[in-house]
């Protein structure tokens, strides 16, 4: 069926949230199981790989430095980016896991294997769709972050600081609308991608032309219960995330670990459904007949 065809269906914002308030109520352990995956097969790693190379990249730096062979800022960046990559690489495929778990809790909920988690052409797809989003975001944030940048300051040098602000002001205004509207249009392409097994850069930024309103007010819900969600559990009461984590570099236990490792699974698993099921449920509004 043709995107003109398919694309008749209207985006309820009422809906799209409460279909992922809905998803937690009803696959609650579905969520906790991707909170937990998340925790252990993202979160936990990249800390260990964060703990086991800043030291030994400190220490590096030092003895270069000590030798003359290089100084300590430059290898210690080098090993430090060198670390982040491959975290980044690790942090990629687990989203895209857990993102197309909630995909398919959504969109096929009779597809349900080990708590909708699997990694198979659809997980892969979607990694391919996020390293292409994070190419796409990085080169446009670049190609129009760069002349701003030379302008301002051939402004400041030229007609004075005052007049350099107002510009990097306006300037920030305009670039932030700019990106806020792409980030809009493309809010569909990872369901779309699931759905359709293709990158769904293309079919997104088609099929939100003229529903920005309500895929805005989605967008800020959701926006707002994240935050509601993220402050509850950093800052609410004696069984916090902050002291949890404290008490786990200063002194942990095994009911400490335990308990962390739990708090980071409820968060990060209610939070990745506020994030990738409302997309999914706008999916499901405008194209019925997938």
């Not at 400190?58 to 003895?63: D, E, I």
């Not at 080098?78 to 975290?87: I, R």
Request: hydrophobic share 60%; with cysteine.
């Amino acid at each position: 069926m043709s995107d003109k065809a398919q694309s008749k269906g209207q985006v309820r914002v009422g809906g799209a949230v409460g279909g992922a308030l809905l998803l937690v109520v009803r696959r609650p352990f579905s969520v906790l199981a991707w909170g937990l995956f998340t925790t252990l097969a993202g979160f936990a790693p990249l800390s260990v790989i964060a703990l086991a190379n800043i030291p030994s990249a400190v220490a590096a730096a030092r003895s270069a430095a000590m030798a003359g062979q290089v100084t300590a800022p430059t290898l210690l960046l080098t090993h430090l980016a060198a670390a982040g990559v491959l975290a980044g690489l690790l942090a990629v495929v687990v989203l895209a896991v857990v993102d197309t778990a909630v995909y398919r809790a959504v969109l096929e909920p009779d597809n349900r294997g080990l708590f909708y988690l699997k990694l198979r052409r659809r997980e892969l797809d979607l990694v391919g769709h996020f390293l292409a989003q994070i190419v796409l975001w990085a080169a446009l944030i670049m190609i129009s972050a760069l002349p701003v940048v030379w302008t301002i300051g051939l402004i400041a040098n030229t007609m004075g600081r005052g007049l350099a602000v107002l510009v990097a002001l306006i300037a920030a205004i305009g670039l932030g609308y700019a990106l806020a509207i792409l980030g809009l249009r493309l809010f569909l392409a990872g369901p779309i991608t699931f759905d359709r097994a293709e990158f769904g850069l293309a079919s997104s930024w088609r099929m939100t032309r003229d529903r920005l309103g309500p895929i805005f007010g989605v967008a800020v819900i959701t926006g707002v219960m994240l935050w509601g969600w993220t402050y509850l559990l950093f800052a609410f009461g004696h069984l916090t995330l902050v002291s949890a984590a404290t008490e786990w570099v200063s002194g942990p236990t095994t009911w400490r670990r335990v308990e962390l490792v739990a708090i980071l699974a409820l968060y990060l698993g209610v939070a990745r459904v506020l994030v990738a099921a409302p997309a999914a449920v706008i999916c499901r509004q405008i194209l019925p007949a997938a």
